[in-house]
């Protein structure tokens, strides 16, 4: 764990030494340094993809049946060629696993961040007015929650289609909103609870006497104080947001096929059976999310060593 713990004052001090200080404590925090190191090794997947696929001569959806299959249509196994050998289709596995991470983060990040902005809004919201307002807004968070993420999102992607079948909106994109609507309500709560805390504190009160309006005071003297604890629930939260776009592709309504996703992946070579013969075919998608998610999920605890004040007081 690092030395030092970052607090609100410190974010507020304006201090020339503050980003350096930042940046020394997180080097100091082993989960930091570890996770990092994970989710580093993600995004050079994701950038590299395009140049194995040049390397290699294989494009994401290319099928090489006569080079990448035996007689008996069996994927071959790994080799130089291919070197996490071919799917069902003759594609190539390596390279299909290194998109899957761009699809992997196009989605996580943008849904993410979708969530946090919106469910931040809400919560400040719901946490300073309190009252009438604040008992609205927390039954409306209630109902939202009682919607079951699968069956909601399953039924929300099928009216995505056209009379002919064809998709209205880019799958993506409805992926994203769709795992942004039910991640919103998580970061309102935090927030709202967060709020209600700050509420009735000296600072507040004091801004109240000499006459501060409530978005100053919202925008200059609680959200600072927060932004921590949302940042690091932010980290903690894309993980779990990216499982979720796999969930929905490896159940057939998330990332369509022939487009390379880590859950069309799986579900494909769970469906064929032919892991049996080709291992890779399944070990490379499945343990590419184990280490996004696992990397995802150290650095966001690293993040929470250095920046939640409460939680580092609480492990002492």
């Given amino acids: 764990m690092s030395d030092h713990i970052f607090t609100a004052a410190d974010l507020q001090s ?10 020394r404590a997180l080097a100091r925090d082993r989960s930091v340094r570890f ?3 994970m989710v580093a090794l993600v995004l050079l997947a994701a950038l590299s993809a395009p140049l194995f696929a040049w390397l290699l001569g294989h494009g994401p959806t290319d099928q090489f049946r006569e080079l990448a299959l035996d007689d008996m249509g069996l994927p071959v196994g790994p080799s130089l060629a291919f070197p996490l050998g071919a799917d069902g289709n003759g594609r190539d596995v390596l390279v299909r696993t290194l998109y899957g991470a761009q699809i ?4 996580g990040i943008p849904a993410t961040t979708l969530a946090m902005f919106l469910g931040t809004a809400i919560g400040l919201v ?47 994109m409805v992926v994203i909103l769709v795992i942004a609507l039910f991640s919103w309500t998580f970061f309102a709560r935090l927030t709202r609870g967060l709020v209600l805390s700050l509420r009735q504190s000296p600072m507040v009160e004091a801004s109240r006497t000499v006459g ?27 993980p779990a947001n990216i499982i979720a776009e796999a969930t929905l592709s490896f159940l057939g309504v998330g990332i369509q ?12 070579a769970q469906r064929s059976s032919l892991y049996q013969d080709q291992p890779w075919f399944l070990v490379g998608p499945g343990l590419a999310l184990f280490l996004t998610v696992a ?7 690293g993040l929470r060593n250095v920046l939640d004040p ?3 007081a609480g492990e002492r």
């Fill in 257 to 268: 096929a022939p487009n390379a996703s880590w859950g069309n992946m799986i579900a494909e």
């Fill in 212 to 238: 501060a309006s409530g978005l100053r005071i919202v925008l200059i003297d609680i959200l600072p104080n927060i932004l921590p604890a949302v940042i690091v629930y932010w980290a903690v939260q894309l």
């Fill in 310 to 312: 409460h939680h580092a």
């Fill in 295 to 301: 990397g995802f999920n150290t650095l966001s605890a």
């Fill in 126 to 172: 719901s946490g300073y007015f309190a009252g009438k307002v604040d008992r609205i807004i927390s039954q409306g968070i209630d109902v939202a929650l009682s919607f079951p993420f699968v069956v909601t999102a399953l039924s929300l992607l099928s009216l995505n289609r056209s009379g002919t079948g064809e998709p209205i909106i880019p799958p993506v």
């Fill in 14 to 23: 304006g201090a020339p030494s503050l980003p350096r200080l930042l940046l």
């Fill in 35 to 37: 996770g990092g190191l």
């Fill in 104 to 107: 992997s983060l196009l989605v």
